[in-house]
C-alpha cells in the first residue's frame, strides 16, 4: 500500500525502493474496509471495477454485531447518515424521545446503509439524487487481502518503484543515530536517506533496531491471539461483515466473491489453541477450505510510529484487533499522513512530533471504540465479566458520560469514527440515555411519530427497488474465480 502510494505521488521526485522477501509469509487477514479507502483509492487513480476484479472483492455497508449484548441480540453499525436532521437536532433525539414511549421503530430501520444491509441490497449512491436516501449510500469493500497487496505490487512497479526480492540480514546505522543502511542476505547493501519500516509484529527497524518502546493496551484489550480460515462461499452474499461473539473472544465472518473468511479472535487466557480451532471450525457456512493461520499478538503501538528517519507502518507501528476494520485504514491513513508532512533533506523535529501527535490521536479514539464494544456487555463468561468491570480509559469515560446524560456525541477533530457510529454502537450495546435534547419538547408526539414514520417508509421504498447484493456484484465487477 505504501509503495503503490509513494510510487504514484513521488515520482519523479524521490528514488523509491520496496525490499521484501517472498519467503516471509504475510498475515493477509485484512480483508475488510472502510469507506475512507475511497480517500486513497483516489489517490492513486485507481479503478474500482478493475480492483474488485483483481481482488475478488464484494461491497460492504457496515457490521452487524451478533450476540455482543447478550445471546440473542444483534444489531448493525451502518456507513453513513442516520434518517436527516429535524432543526438542529440529530435524527435519534427524536427517535430517543418516541423510544422513551414505547413507539419507536427498530433503530436500523432509520439508516439506509442499515436497512439495505439487512435485505441483502445493494446499489452505488446516486449523488444527483440529494433529497432521497439513495443519494446517501456509503460503502467500503471486502476482498482478498493477498490479492490487493500483489495488485497494488503491480501498481507500484508500473509507477517506477524498484523492487528488491530478499530477507534483510542486517541494519546499520549512522554516527548520529539514523538508520544508514539494510543488508539483503546475498550481500546488497542499500542505502538510503528515509526508510518505511513495514516488517510486521517484528518491527526490524523501529524497534529491533531504534528500540523505540511499546505501549501495552492489553489491560483493555485481553484477547491476544487471532486464528483465520477460509471457507467455500455461502449464499446470501452479505453486503456487511458479520462479528459474533464467542466465550473466549469474537468470530469474524467475510463474504468474498470466491470464498468467505473467518476467523476467531480470542483471549488465550480463557481458551486455548486447540479448543479456540475447535470453536472456529464448528461455526464455519462452508467447507474448510485451508488450514487456519494462527496469530499471536499484544494490542497497543508503538511510542514513536516515527523515528529519527524511520516510521513505522502497519504491524510494526502497532496492533488493533479488526473488530471495526480498522486495520488496513489505519496503514493508509498513515501513508497519507506522512505524505502530508514529508521531510526536507533535513528531518526536523517539530514535523516528527507532530507526524506523532496525530498517530498517537487517532489510534487512541480508534483503542476507545474498540473497547466500548467489550465493555457494554451483558454476557456471562468469565471473559466477559472482565471486560465488564475494567476500569475504560478517560478518554471514553468523558464519552459515556455525556451520551448518557442527553444522548449527545460529538466528533472530536479528525477522529475516524463519527457520530453516527458510536451511536449506533451506544445504543446496540444498551447504553439508552437517560433522557435526550431538552429541545425535542419543542415538537409534539404526533409531529415526531410523522417524521419518523415518514423516514422509514422512504428508506423502505428505496430499498424495495434496489438489486440484491448478489445481482449488482455479477454485474459490476465479476471476477474470474481463483484456484
Known amino acids: 500500500m505504501t509503495a503503490a502510494l509513494f510510487g504514484k505521488l513521488f515520482r519523479g521526485l524521490y ?10 509469509g504475510t498475515v493477509g487477514v485484512g480483508e475488510a474496509t472502510l469507506p475512507v479507502i475511497k480517500k486513497y483509492n483516489e489517490l492513486i487513480e485507481l479503478n474500482e471495477v478493475e480492483f474488485m476484479q483483481r481482488t475478488q472483492a464484494t461491497f460492504k455497508l457496515g457490521i452487524e454485531f451478533v450476540d455482543w449484548l447478550r445471546p440473542g ?7 453513513g447518515i442516520i434518517g436527516q436532521d429535524w432543526d438542529w437536532l440529530r435524527c435519534h433525539q427524536y427517535w430517543l424521545r418516541a423510544n422513551q414511549r414505547g413507539r419507536a421503530g427498530d433503530f436500523s430501520d432509520y439508516s439506509i446503509n442499515t436497512a439495505a444491509a439487512a435485505a441483502d441490497k445493494f446499489m452505488h449512491a446516486r449523488p444527483e439524487m440529494e433529497e432521497s436516501p439513495i443519494g446517501h449510500i456509503f460503502h467500503a469493500f471486502h476482498f482478498d487481502a493477498s490479492l490487493y497487496a500483489k495488485y497494488l505490487r503491480s501498481l507500484a512497479e508500473m509507477h517506477g518503484v524498484r523492487r528488491t526480492e530478499g530477507r534483510i540480514v542486517d541494519v546499520t546505522t549512522a554516527e548520529n543515530g539514523d538508520i544508514a543502511s539494510v543488508t539483503v542476505e546475498g550481500g546488497q547493501v542499500v542505502e538510503a536517506d528515509f526508510f518505511i519500516d513495514c516488517s510486521g509484529f517484528r518491527g526490524l527497524l523501529i524497534e529491533q533496531t531504534l528500540k523505540t518502546g511499546y505501549e501495552d493496551w492489553s489491560h483493555w484489550l485481553p484477547c491476544d491471539r487471532a ?15 458479520r462479528s459474533t461473539a464467542r466465550e473466549p473472544g469474537w468470530q469474524w465472518r467475510i463474504g468474498l466473491q470466491h470464498r468467505t473468511g473467518n476467523g476467531l479472535v480470542y483471549s488465550s487466557k480463557h481458551i486455548d489453541d486447540e479448543g479456540a480451532e475447535k470453536l472456529l471450525l464448528a461455526n464455519l457456512d462452508g467447507e474448510q477450505l485451508a488450514n487456519p493461520n494462527r496469530l499471536r499478538f499484544t494490542s497497543g503501538k508503538r511510542r514513536k510510529m516515527w523515528n529519527r528517519n524511520c516510521v513505522a507502518l502497519g504491524l510494526a507501528a ?9 486495520s488496513i485504514h489505519l496503514v493508509q491513513s498513515a501513508a497519507i499522513r506522512l505524505v502530508r508532512l514529508f521531510p526536507n533533506e533535513a528531518t526536523d523535529q517539530a514535523t516528527i512530533d507532530e507526524f506523532n501527535r496525530q498517530c498517537d490521536f487517532e489510534w487512541e479514539r480508534v483503542r476507545d471504540f474498540i473497547v466500548l464494544h467489550y465493555w457494554a456487555n451483558q454476557r456471562e463468561g468469565d471473559f466477559w465479566e472482565y471486560c465488564r468491570t475494567m476500569e475504560l480509559p478517560a478518554t471514553l469515560v468523558n464519552k459515556i ?3 448518557r446524560s442527553n444522548g449527545r456525541v460529538f466528533r472530536e477533530n479528525d477522529e475516524l469514527f463519527g457520530e453516527e457510529s458510536w451511536i449506533q454502537v451506544f445504543l446496540g450495546q444498551g447504553i439508552v440515555p437517560e433522557s435526550y435534547d431538552p429541545l425535542v419538547a419543542l415538537k409534539s408526539d404526533p409531529q415526531i411519530e ?6 422509514v417508509a422512504t428508506i423502505k421504498r428505496c430499498v424495495d427497488v434496489m438489486p440484491t447484493h448478489a445481482e449488482y456484484v455479477r454485474k459490476y465487477c465479476l471476477a474470474e474465480q481463483v484456484a
Open 15 to 24: 528514488d523509491i525502493e520496496l525490499i521484501e522477501s517472498e519467503a516471509i
Open 73 to 79: 441480540v444483534r444489531y448493525q453499525h451502518g456507513f
Open 227 to 241: 486464528m483465520a480460515v477460509p471457507c467455500a462461499r455461502a449464499e446470501p452474499l452479505h453486503p456487511y461483515t
Open 318 to 326: 502497532g496492533f488493533l484487533e479488526p473488530l471495526e476494520s480498522t
Open 401 to 403: 458520560d455525556v451520551w
Open 450 to 455: 410523522q417524521f419518523l414514520g415518514n423516514i
